[in-house]
């Protein structure tokens, strides 16, 4: 199953983007620009989308083919050693993702269960739900991605009696931290990478890659906002969780004291889907390297390695967070870098074969 529909696409990225996004990079966000940092977004965004315009550039000539098949189609030795950079790339993201997500479980609803456990099942459910390709991936984003979403756009609402506007002022101080903050974001906006290298620009035109781009990063932005506008920058710095620690302030009725949990079963299967799609992305790179490898055979092997890698990589929670401070580099590398290179690369090969056969 891999045909997909614009919007699925559209959803995948946007749910991609927000996955994550609500539990990584906020708390250097808020360190660096403070009350500035919900709307530092738009630089992560700024910053993202010229390589998504390049990638697509590249496809526009072969628009049933993405970027892996591009890349093993026109070079086989080079073409295969990116292919394999990016394959890395993503174990190395979906570790961190993997480990996270476990040690949230483990603190915050299931601290008597052990870890391995937990990354066991988690794991198991991620190897599932890759194998049954990237089709079933975009309808599950479309699914879980309204709902959660709905209620991330109605927090405001829900909390308007706790926000406190003053925690949101002086706005635009401090150029240089705001800048900071917007390296920061990139960290989690170079991840929407993924969407050129799993679909071709017929499934996912560019308009449609960068609204999910503006969605994701919108729905970001109104859950920090919310953090920083109820408990103020300083203190929200200093929470593991800022966007949990803002659900919890939701008070409905006597029955729904524990909202928090009602989002928080939503949450679950959104990054699932995330979790999922960046091994879906592993195992598909890893397929085209040689035309022997099964890639039904190698979801256990490669989620199982993830796994492994992600308490071999990151002993504990600070190191979790450290990891952040260093992505956005990473990011530039192959989030930037790395497709400025294949489409100069390409393009000169398509040059030099044009005037080969005049």
């Known amino acids: 199953m891999n045909k997909t529909s614009a919007y699925q696409g559209l959803f995948f990225g946007a749910l991609y983007t927000l996955a994550v996004g609500l539990k ?11 009350q500035n940092a919900w709307h530092s977004y738009i630089l992560g965004v700024l910053t993202v989308i010229p390589a998504l315009w390049l990638m697509h550039r590249l496809m526009k000539k072969h628009h ?19 292919i394999l950079l990016f394959s890395l790339y993503f174990l190395l993201i979906n570790a961190h993702d993997i480990r996270f997500f476990i040690n949230l479980i483990n603190i915050l609803f299931l601290p008597r269960t052990p870890m391995t456990v937990l990354g066991a099942v988690i794991i198991f459910v991620a190897i599932c739900i890759a194998r049954e390709g990237k089709e079933t991936l975009t309808r599950m984003a479309q699914i879980f991605l309204f709902p959660f979403g709905t209620l991330v756009l109605l927090l405001p609402f829900t909390l308007v009696t706790q926000i406190e506007l003053q925690n949101l002022t002086p706005v635009f101080e401090g150029p240089i931290q705001y800048l900071q903050s917007g390296f920061y974001s990139f960290g989690t906006m170079g991840e929407l990478i993924i969407l050129p290298l799993l679909f071709s620009s017929r499934s996912i035109p560019l308009k449609h890659s960068i609204i999910a781009i503006l969605l994701g990063a919108s729905l970001l932005a109104v859950m ?8 103020g920058p300083n203190l929200t710095s200093t929470f593991f969780d800022p966007a949990y620690m803002v659900i919890r302030q939701i008070r409905i009725t006597d029955f729904l004291d524990r909202s928090d949990l009602i989002i928080a079963a939503l949450w679950i299967p959104v990054i699932m889907v995330k979790i999922a799609g960046s091994l879906y992305i592993v195992v598909y790179g890893l397929s085209l390297l040689h035309s022997k490898i099964d890639q039904k055979a190698i979801y256990t092997p490669a989620g199982m390695f993830s796994l492994v890698c992600s308490f071999w990589f990151f002993l504990n929670t600070n190191q979790l967070i450290d990891f952040n401070r260093i992505k956005p580099i990473i990011n530039v590398v192959i989030s930037l870098l790395l497709p400025l290179f294949i489409y100069l690369i390409m393009k000169a090969k398509a040059m030099f074969g044009a005037k080969a056969k005049h």
């Open 24 to 34: 990584h990079a906020p708390i250097l966000m808020i360190e660096s620009a403070k």
């Open 64 to 82: 049933d083919k993405n970027i892996y098949e591009l890349l093993s189609d026109s070079s086989p030795i080079a073409g295969r050693f990116i």
């Open 224 to 231: 920090l906002f919310c953090s920083i506008s109820v408990f």
